[in-house]
């Protein structure tokens, strides 16, 4: 009696004593949102690079001789800094926005009143009331009512859990149906959901082959920037007998040209043209590199719910048991689901059969007089209702639980294996009685099986169809029953569909290990069991993607070398997710595979013209640290002509055109094979004009001048071999090409320190260029063959 008393008494939760203590001591509940990064770093980050930094140190140096005009090599490093900065704030700005829509107040009792406070206001051992619709914000034990919790985004089930007095929420789930008054048992970082997003803001690398070139190429050239500028500005100052200002220019110019500014602003320009064209198709890019890697990915992870199916589900048909009337069978169906409180899936696709019933003229009645109501329990499998009437008691859910124990279960179990195909099927049966622990009694009588089945999404097969084409493996990883993910799967034709595996009973690593190399469709799913099955395939050499939308699906997401989240997923899968399906459509990915595609093949191609420059920039840097006649050909405003006529402009073009090919091979390699060719031709162009020019006396301006047309000549053959076959852009642009480099070169030659050509300059330049020419094609067809015979090796393997 007095335990009954003490629990009539009203729940005063903490006292303002206590909150304040709880604060004092830094128990409440921050880390309770994911962050994104601030502005001010995104800005940090993209400005403090070694890229950037080498360029200022080049540019401060520049702007000390006064030479101005030299300096605009720095438009391109602001431009990139740019794009960067304004991709990464837009999509920090539109996850923010998305937090804001999802995010939500706590309830609480203190001194005995209810209080709205938000969620990183909560303290440890505060009173929370939860009620139907609401997600847990913390850890908490109910000490209250009864509910049921959908821990989909946890744990990956979609079955309600039931919770009662001295049963533990777990904050990130949400309360189906019920209410209840819980005390909260962990705040911040010992939450369950926290602990798992801690875990997934581990430093997590970008893994992008163009990146990891872009780096390569920056280390290798910053390692040489310090002896060969030393070495070029002491002999030209010394040896050479020029100015310390002409000294800083020359070598500013060989250094500047060491370092591909254009390739790092073309992909980076051409990744932002590409996430704009994405954000047509409703895809948030948060990594502008992870559409590269998506292109390149041959395994894709997928979750059932929300790229195969909606998440929805329909009734599909409703057969009768022999013997029992239809009529009796849909009155049945309306006796129980009349009063259910369930709200999971099952349960509105029910409520959506009924009310279609309703609209027809003979449509049986709603029944009066419920004493008791049984809600549906993963464990028991089943919902139940009780009536005071001769209506009858009526169970629904899973043949197995319905009916154990029934000489008839044998029987219905056949005949559910052999109907069901890819639905989920209900038994609805009549029954005697419920206990207290609402468990059936006594006799059960099978009246009807209902035929639910996942609302499939249209696009799913046409979208699954695409990756199969595409060479890409499909894995379906879900926390449902292996049987119903297996027999969707099928439906809409994944490849291999019937390799399927329970993960339940998966307990060595070497096990997990195998069923990743041979399974392709994976049942009962723990969050952990999902990275470690991407780990398992990145081991064996693949490229993964993997996509979800809940908290369990965190750790898999980071672990990919590509993660894709859904719009309406958690704030935690949003944040860690490098592309986000803002209308969680996963017919989306098509053309975010086909626009990496186009990107990445385009920007090998290009590539090569930027690295041209690159090589012969370290190749002539050693040859005029002992060529004591002529000091460095160019300066940075000579370079800068160079570059945006026969670098700039053709590759802007080209990295822009359709391409859907397969990426083959790798960037580096690829982009150097074309490059070669044409940086030997400026190289053995410049040794021509030192000879030449030493031999008749020509001054360091001339020499420079003729060294400018001849690179001019080679830049401009490696534009035609790349541009082939032509079209009337890539006409067009060859024109365009060739008329700003006759204006810049001999109408606006004074700008970019420039001098007349005297006669036999002329012919010997104009000699000089067929003979470039033709050693040109020469290497650049042998490069090819060296080419496609690499390629074919890796199309062999």
Known sequence: MEETQQHMQPIQGLSTAEVNERIAAGKVNENADVHTRSIPRIVRDNICTLFNLVNIILAIAIFWTGSYRNLLFMAIIICNIVIGIYQEVRSKLTIDRLSVITSSKAHVIRDGKQLSIGLDQIVLDDVIMLERGDQVPSDCEVIEGSCSANESLLTGEADLVPKKVGDELYSGSFISSGSCIARVTAVGVDNYATKINNEAKVYRKV??????????????????????????????????????????????????????????????????????????????????????????????????????????????????????????????????????????????????????????????????????????????????????????????????????????????????????????????????????????????????????????????????????????????????????????????????????????????????????????????????????????????????????????????????????????????????????LLDDDFASMPPVVAEGRRSINNLQRSGSLFLVKTIFSVVMSLMFIFIVAYNYPFVTIQLTLIDAFTVGLPSFVLALEPNRDLIRGEFLRNVITRAIPGAICVITSVVIAVIFCFVTGHSQDQFSTMCVVLTCVSGVNLVIRLSIPFNYIRTALLVVILAGLVLGIFVFGPVFMLVPLTGEMAIATLVAALFITVLFNVLFNVALDRERAYLDSLAGE
């Not at 005949?415 to 622990?437: N, P, T, W, Y």
């Open 207 to 580: 893994r992008s082959d163009i990146m990891e070139s872009l780096r390569k190429i920056i280390k290798f050239v910053t390692v040489l920037i310090v002896p060969l500028g030393a070495a070029l500005v002491i002999k030209e100052c010394w040896l050479g007998g020029g100015t310390i200002d002409s000294a800083i220019l020359h070598t500013s110019a060989a250094l500047v040209g060491m370092i591909p500014q254009g390739l790092i602003l073309l992909t980076s320009a051409v990744l932002a043209v590409s996430v704009i064209r994405l954000a047509q198709h409703k895809v948030l890019v948060q990594e502008l590199y992870c559409v590269e890697t998506l292109a390149r990915v041959d395994v894709v992870c997928l979750d059932k719910t929300g790229t195969i199916t909606t998440g929805e589900m329909d009734v599909d048909e409703v057969i009768p048991f022999d013997g029992v009337p239809y009529d009796e069978a849909l009155h049945a169906l309306v006796a129980l689901d009349a009063l259910s409180k369930d709200d999971n899936e099952t349960a509105k696709a029910i409520k959506a059969y009924i009310t279609g019933l309703e609209e027809r003229p003979d449509a049986p009645k709603a029944v009066q007089g419920e004493t008791r109501y049984v809600p549906f329990s993963s464990e028991r499998k089943y919902s139940g209702v009780c009536y005071g009437s001769d209506a009858g008691n009526y169970a629904m859910g899973a043949a197995e639980f319905v009916l154990k124990g029934s000489d008839e279960l044998p029987e219905v179990l056949e005949k559910i294996e052999r109907l069901a195909g890819v639905r989920r099927v209900l038994v609805l049966a009549k029954v005697a009685d419920f206990d207290k622990e609402d468990e059936i009694v006594g006799p059960v009588e099978p009246l009807v099986l209902i035929f639910i089945r996942d609302r499939v999404r249209p696009t799913a097969a046409q979208t699954l169809d695409y990756f199969k084409q595409q060479g890409v493996r499909i894995n379906i990883i879900s926390g449902d029953a292996v049987e119903t993910v297996s027999n969707i799967a099928a439906s809409v034709g994944v490849p291999d569909a019937d390799k399927c595996i329970d993960m339940s009973t998966v307990t060595t690593e070497e096990e997990l290990r195998e069923a990743a190399r041979t399974c392709r469709v994976f049942g009962r799913v723990s969050p952990a069991q999902k990275k470690q099955l991407v780990v398992a395939l990145q081991d064996q050499g693949h490229t993964v993607a993997m996509t979800g939308d809940g908290v369990n699906d965190v750790l898999a997401l980071h672990a990919a070398d590509c993660s894709v989240a859904m719009g309406t997923g958690s704030d935690a899968a949003r944040s860690i997710a490098q592309l986000i």
